[in-house]
Nanobody, 113 residues
């Protein structure tokens, strides 16, 4: 299983970014996909998940972030709007496959004032 994430960068508060993650090595359409993030000095936290046609979000991002996927392209996205300073973190794509967690290389998102 391999995950390739991209799309991070520097953005001003209130701006938007879209992260993407392309997966290979497993059956994507049934995969439990997620985005996590880890800010400096903090634990990695779940941001959003997409599984079985449903989505769920951390309360801190609900209404601002949207997770979506295209099973034909083996890709999941995280659209991040109304970004806040506290959204600054390294963002990781994740898949749970056969009860194992797989992680993509993190992508840095930095929100400036």
């Amino acid at each position: 299983v391999q995950l390739q994430a991209s799309g991070g960068g520097l953005v001003q508060a209130g701006g938007s970014l879209r992260l993407s993650c392309t997966a290979s090595g497993m059956t994507f359409r049934t995969a439990h996909m997620g985005w996590y993030r880890q800010a400096p000095g903090k634990q990695r936290e779940l941001v959003a998940v997409s599984s079985g046609g449903s989505t769920a979000y951390a309360s801190s991002v609900k209404g601002r972030f949207t997770i979506s996927r295209d099973n034909a392209k083996n890709t999941v996205w995280l659209q991040m709007n109304s970004l806040k300073l506290e959204d600054t973190a390294v963002y990781y794509c994740n898949v749970i496959h056969r009860s194992m967690y797989y992680w993509g290389k993190g992508t840095q998102v930095t929100v400036s004032s």
